[in-house]
Structures are given as C-alpha cells and as structure tokens.
C-alpha cells in the first residue's frame, strides 16, 4: 500500500532484545572513537612517533629545545604518510594484497576480498520475519538490475560485443566461492549487504593500526631503556584481541540490527570507491543515474517498494556456520597486515634518519644509542606480527570455543603468557606483575563475550522523520 506524500511513517516497534541495544551501542562508539576522529589519530600518532624518534636527542632538554628537534620530524612523518596513503589507495597496492580484479578487465571486487564476502554470505545465515524476507527480496531483485546494467556498461567501455553479453553475464552471475555463486548472493539481497559492511568496517583500518602502532612504539621505547619487553607483549596480546573484537562487533554483530539506508546515505558510504572509478570512467555518475531511472521507468512497482523500506531496520535471527569466522578474518586481515607493514617502514625510515644524528647531539653514549635504536628498529616490525598473530588467536578462539568454554580459555592464556614471560626473563613475577596480568585477561576476554551476543529475536522497526 503507498504511503501519501507527507504522511507520518509507520511505527512498528517489538521488544529489542538487550543484546541488540548493546551491540549497537558497543558498534556506535567504536565507529565514533576511530573513524570520526581518524584524522586527529593520525596528528596523536604522528607526535607521539616523532617524541619516540628523537627521544635520544632530547632526553635531558628543556621543553623548547625539544620542540624544536621534534617539530622537523614531525614534519617528514606527515611527508612519509602522505607517500603512505598514496600507496594504500594505489591500484598495484590493492592488487599486490588482494589480487587482481575478479572479473578483469572489468572494474570489479579484487579477487580475494570478492571471494571472502561471498563466503560469508553463505556462511552467516540471516533469519528475518517475513516482513523482513519480503523487503529483502525486493532489495535483492533491485540490485539484481542495477549490478547486471553496471556491468554491461563496463562491459561495453571496454569495447566488447554487445551480442556476447547474455554469456558473459551468466558467467559472472555462476561465479563461486565455498559453495555460494555470486547471482544467488545478488538476487538473496546479501551481496549489497556484505559489501556494504565490508566497505564501512575497512574505514576503521587504519585508525586501529594507528592507535595499537602508537601505543606499542611508546611501550617499546620504554623497554629499550629498561630492558625488559614484559608490558609490550601483554599490549600486543590484549590489542589483538580487542581488534578482533572491533572488527567482529561492526562487521558480524551489527547484523542483528540491519538498517536499509537512504539514498543519499549509501551514496556517502561509497563516496570513496565511486570517486575513485569515477576519476577512471568521467561518465560513471551519470551512467548510475540513468540507471536508476531506467530502473523506475522498467519497475515502478518494484521501485516503490523498496523506496518504502529506505531508513527501516529489521532485528534477524543470525546463525553462524562453519567457515564464517575465518572469512571475516580473511576479509580484514590482509588490510591490517599490509597497513602495519607500511608504518612499520615509515618508523624505520625514521629511526634510521636520527641514528647518525643521535650519536652527534644525544647525550647518551654512542653504545646506548645503537642498543636504543636497533631495539626500536627490530620492534617496530615485531610488534605488527605479534599483532597479527594475537587478532588471528582471538578468531580461532572465537571459531573454535563455544560459549564460556572458549571465555575462560582466553582469559586464562591472556592472565598467565605475561606472567611466564616475566618468570622467564626475571625468574620471579612480583604483584605488580600478576595484576597487569589480570587486567588483560579482562580485556582479552571481550571478544568472545561479545560473540555470544550473535543471537536475537526478528522484528521491524520504521524509524520517523
């Protein structure tokens, strides 16, 4: 039934189970603290890498001579991420860590981030009311028309055979991954959905590299004087897990609260990719709007419809099957991965710029600097594997313990690693120790808490206007 212009939108609101109002809560916050302030994080982290660089220099100074060593540094750290950045959004970057484009030459998904979204599709099973079955069907058949004209332009751009098009989109459509074919994730709605978050959760990247690298690098300045990498390994731990939390909480949980965007709301959503095809295609913008309105003009019913979901949220049922855990850590892993990498290498370029100069100006002896910087050298590197290493621990425990099982065995490792590693290295873990350790087992503990949050009750609700 149509809605007439200007009438108030229809209120359906069921209980929200409280698991729902605090994933969205937990989902909220995290996007706000790392996305909306991204650029402030890169200012944070920048200072504070350009203090660690030059600590050798400015160790014992006042504070004006320190700003004045630290200043230029801060500069060249700007100039490297700029380099940094450009890298990150390069096409040969992009292919170097994810492959080339599924359907080269056609613009499309790189090939392992394709394949990775369509096991998910599979392996995440969505259970809606049939209010929520019907508006996703509908999505479904939608994007089933746009994605199939989308295509066949591009097809065309490239200066292929109209009259091979039926073949080569029934190609594209069969094409599969772990038992889901791209057509059946298109037409089920899931495909846009998927992809959607994929391109949402990816904006957190780089902000949670910044802020773990930033933490890490200062706890390893420390232990360069101290000698002891006791609170860096514990950091590494509780950070890898909390990072799985982050990316599991947005990416997974934020399902069981799936809102059909606005227009202009999935427009700024992919602001970034759409720019950037469009900066190789000038035409794309009108190319989509002639779409959309060839859509409207071939399926006004079907246009309605779906017009009339804009700005709903559907509360589904989620089940997670064998597989899921490990897509998710795929789809996400090689971006973190790659993105340490490249300011790993930005800090090396910088310690190795301050090493000649430290052993001019500093105050240390020349041994202490050469024992400080290979130390901060060597760590820079080391903690992005152990970071890696910890967020591919936390999915495992996530994919292979069930329910507090899997709790009590993270807390248990994350409570007693740091205390070995101290016996270790000291023969004895005093308090001070034993409560650190503690702290990061509670912290350590909440993805997997959070992964029992994955289950909920259908329902729909409009929001108003």
């Not at 090493?355 to 901060?376: A, G, K």
């Not at 590197?381 to 890696?388: H, K, N, T």
């Amino acid at each position: 039934m149509a809605r007439s212009a200007g009438a108030p939108k229809l209120t359906i609101s069921p209980d929200m189970p409280v698991a729902v109002k605090i994933t969205q809560l937990a989902s909220r916050v995290v996007w706000i603290v790392f996305t909306s302030f991204a650029a402030l994080w890169d200012i944070l982290f920048g200072i504070v890498i350009s203090l660690i660089v030059t600590r050798p220099i400015h160790d014992g100074h006042g504070f004006w001579f320190s700003a004045l060593i630290v200043t230029p540094v801060f500069v060249i750290y700007n100039i490297l991420g700029f380099v940094v950045q450009l890298i990150v959004r390069s096409k040969w970057f992009n292919r170097l860590v994810n492959g080339k484009p599924r359907f080269f030459p056609l613009d499309s998904p790189s090939t392992k981030v394709f394949n990775s979204i369509l096991s998910c599709t599979k392996q995440l099973e969505l259970r809606f009311d049939p209010a929520g079955e019907r508006a996703l069907q509908a999505v479904g058949q939608r994007d089933e028309y746009k994605v199939e004209k989308t295509y066949l332009h591009r097809y065309l751009e490239k200066g292929f055979n109209i009259a091979d098009w039926s073949t080569s989109w029934q190609a594209i459509t069969q094409t599969s991954h772990a038992d889901a074919s791209y057509g059946e994730a298109i037409r089920s709605g899931k495909w846009n959905m998927f992809f959607l978050r994929f391109v949402s959760v990816s904006r957190l990247v780089g902000p949670l590299v910044l802020v773990t690298t930033g933490i890490a690098m200062w706890l390893v300045a420390n232990a360069a004087s101290s000698g002891s990498p006791l609170h860096v390994v514990q950091f590494v731990f509780a950070a890898g897990f909390v990072v799985g939390l982050a990316i599991f909480l947005n990416y997974t949980v934020a399902f069981r609260v799936l809102y059909f965007l606005r227009e202009a709301e999935g427009e700024a959503l992919l602001a970034p990719i759409t720019e950037a095809i469009a900066e190789k295609s000038p035409g794309f913008f009108g190319v989509n709007e002639q779409i959309a309105r060839d859509f409207r003009s071939d399926h006004p019913a079907l246009a309605e419809e779906t017009d009339s979901y804009s700005g709903m949220s559907f509360y589904p049922k989620i089940l997670v099957k064998p597989g899921y855990v490990e897509s998710v850590r795929n789809l996400f892993i090689r971006a973190l991965a790659a993105t340490g990498a490249l300011y790993a290498v930005l800090i090396g370029v910088l310690v190795l710029a301050q090493w000649p100069i430290s052993r001019l100006l500093s105050r240390w002896s020349n041994e202490r600097v050469d024992s400080w910087s290979l130390y901060l050298l060597s760590g820079s590197f080391l903690i992005q594997v152990g970071l890696i290493l910890a967020l591919v621990l936390a999915f495992f425990v996530l994919s292979k313990f069930k329910r507090f099982t899997g709790i009590l065995v993270t807390g248990v490792l994350a409570a007693v690693l740091p205390i070995l590693i101290t016996y270790m290295f000291k023969g004895s873990s005093d308090r001070t120790v034993i409560i650190s350790a503690i702290v990061t087992a509670a912290v350590a503990v909440v993805p997997d808490a959070v992964g029992e949050l994955v289950k909920a009750k259908p329902g729909a609700r409009h929001s108003s206007e």
